[in-house]
């Protein structure tokens, strides 16, 4: 086991992480952890407006996702650039975060849940799924994607991993003192959110203080950890 503390993010679109655990990530870089963001997809279809041109929406959100990244503390992002509504839960994907996991050998991983039943996204069931297969057993395993060793890429062993936007939530954290940080993050995104608004903060506020008395604190967010190795 490593002994560093290192965070590894794995998002689905740019601005899914904000919402889900902006608060979490805001407190762990403050408390010196390094974390890293892996984008899977390129968000190229994240509009309603007719006159955006795909590509150009695309740029837009990768310099939102770093402008939030920079709100959040975050010390790298990982754009993997794959076509939004498109992910694959295949070996090329699986490739790509197995070796974002042997290059940034983190004790924690986030992602999403991608256990939702009925509605849910096809990007964020295949990259929740696609995480948590290179989490165990891939990243594990020197005969999986071998040619990593070749790189210097060794195998690594996830202590933990916390999902949001589960519907079975167990775990819920603190995140009073960087809620301001997480609305700020959020708001990098200005192709998805627009402008800051009083009642979007207020709803959000109401969300996280009902999430927050599960544990007696002021505003919380909520995962379901499943804990790797002990
Ligand atoms: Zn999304």
């Known amino acids: 086991m490593d002994e560093n503390n290192n965070v590894l993010v794995v998002t689905p679109h740019p601005d899914d992480a904000e919402g889900g655990a902006g608060g ?34 695309a740029r837009t959100r990768e310099k939102e996702q770093l402008n939030a990244a920079n709100v959040l503390g975050i010390s790298e992002v990982v754009f993997l650039r794959f076509p ?3 992910l694959v839960d295949g070996p090329e994907l699986r490739e790509r975060i197995v070796r974002e996991i042997r290059r940034h050998r983190p004790q924690t991983v986030v992602t999403i849940d991608p256990n939702r039943r009925y509605i849910r996204h096809r990007d964020h069931m295949v990259t929740g799924r696609v995480t948590l297969d290179a989490v165990f057993p891939y990243a594990r395993d020197h005969l999986a994607f071998p040619q990593h060793l070749e790189e210097g890429l060794e195998p690594h062993k996830v202590r933990e991993v916390y999902l949001w936007s589960s519907e079975e939530p167990d775990t819920f954290l603190d995140i009073t003192d960087t809620f301001d940080t997480k609305m700020k993050a959020l708001y990098c995104h200005v192709s998805q959110v627009g402008e800051p ?21 002021d505003l919380a967010e909520q995962f379901k950890l499943i804990e790797v190795w002990r």
């Open 84 to 86: 939004d509504q498109g």
């Open 197 to 217: 608004s009083s009642a979007r903060r207020e709803r959000s506020m109401a969300r996280h203080r009902e999430v927050g008395k599960r544990v007696g604190v």
């Open 24 to 57: 979490t990530i805001a407190k762990w870089t403050a408390q010196g952890r390094d974390v890293v963001l892996v984008v899977t997809t390129d968000g190229r279809h994240g509009t309603s407006d007719r006159s955006v041109d795909p590509a150009d929406l």
